[in-house]
């Protein structure tokens, strides 16, 4: 894909998940890579095997729900690298319950980083791609947030926000050559939906009822889309959310 070889890019949650996925696709296209996890030892275990891939990539722990931390991690990646090209906004968790069990702990644990962070990652990484001329912003929304299942409410309100996000950020940022978009995956076997299933919160037989692949989506499949979003080949695209739910978004009944 066209403008991504070479590029710096920042992925948050890029140790595992969809995060790693996207992560791979961005090397296999010969970006360099800071990948950023909670954890340094699962960060680093994560580098190591993607280098023996060929992948250029360094591993970085930071808690995303502290506005320094995300100053400090921003900062780094320009004096490492002297720019940063591509910041992809994945790094999210998800807490399922009914509304009103919802605690106040709850609110602030999810929205911190599944909102603010995104929003402060995203300003921080803006400072540089505008002094440097321009750069691109891609955030991982979900289907969530247009499909409000129950037990998520914290969930799609968060993601709903990361639609209205890059929609405005967008706006403000384009005429600095900046681009924001993001991509809204489907169900995706992730440790997220893994504890879901586990749970006995997620049942999959039930949701292909409204997946027309009736299937679940690859993190290759996600990390496809970013990379299109990310590239000179989407020049023209910003403030989208591409949504990459094999139809679930466009379902209207249950169909077998
Ligand atoms: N799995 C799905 O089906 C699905 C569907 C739609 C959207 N998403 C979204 O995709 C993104 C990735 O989800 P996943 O399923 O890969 O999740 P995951 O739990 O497998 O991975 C989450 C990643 O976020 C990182 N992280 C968690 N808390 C952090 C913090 N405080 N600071 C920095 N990093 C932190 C973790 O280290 C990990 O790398 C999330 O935004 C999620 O909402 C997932």
Redesign the pocket.
């Known amino acids: 894909m066209r403008g991504i070889k070479d590029k710096i890019a920042v992925v ?9 996925g996207i992560a791979q696709r961005l090397a296999d296209e010969g970006a360099k890579l800071v990948i ?4 340094m030892e ?1 960060a680093e275990k994560t580098a190591r095997e993607m280098r023996l891939d060929g992948a250029d990539v360094e591993a970085y722990a ?4 502290n506005v320094s931390e995300i100053d400090a991690l921003m900062a780094h990646v320009h004096d490492a690298y002297g720019r940063i090209d591509i910041l992809v906004n ?5 807490i399922r319950q009914w509304a009103v069990d919802f605690t106040e702990k709850d609110y602030d644990f999810l929205m911190d ?2 909102l603010k ?1 995104y929003y402060f990652t995203a300003c921080a990484a803006a400072k540089y791609m505008k002094a440097q001329g321009g750069g691109a912003i891609v955030c ?5 947030s247009t499909c409000f299942t129950s037990r998520r409410s914290l ?1 799609n309100i968060s ?1 709903a926000a990361v639609n209205a996000l890059v929609g405005t950020l967008a706006v403000e940022w384009g005429r600095f050559n900046i681009r924001v978009n993001a991509v ?10 893994k504890k879901g299933i586990d749970d006995g919160v997620i049942d999959m037989e039930t949701n292909f009822k409204v997946i027309p692949i009736k299937r ?2 690859s ?1 290759e499949e996600i990390g496809n889309g970013v990379c299109f979003l990310a590239s000179e080949e989407a020049s023209g695209v910003t403030g989208q959310t591409l949504f990459i739910d094999g139809g679930w978004s466009r379902c209207g009944l249950p169909e077998d």
């Open positions: 948050t949650g890029g140790t595992r998940g969809i995060g790693r950023v996890g909670t954890n699962t930071a808690d995303l729900r994945n790094a999210g968790v998800q980083l599944n962070a991982v929304s979900s289907g969530n969930y993601k809204a995956p489907g169900y995706v076997l992730t440790d997220m939906v679940m989506l993190t």
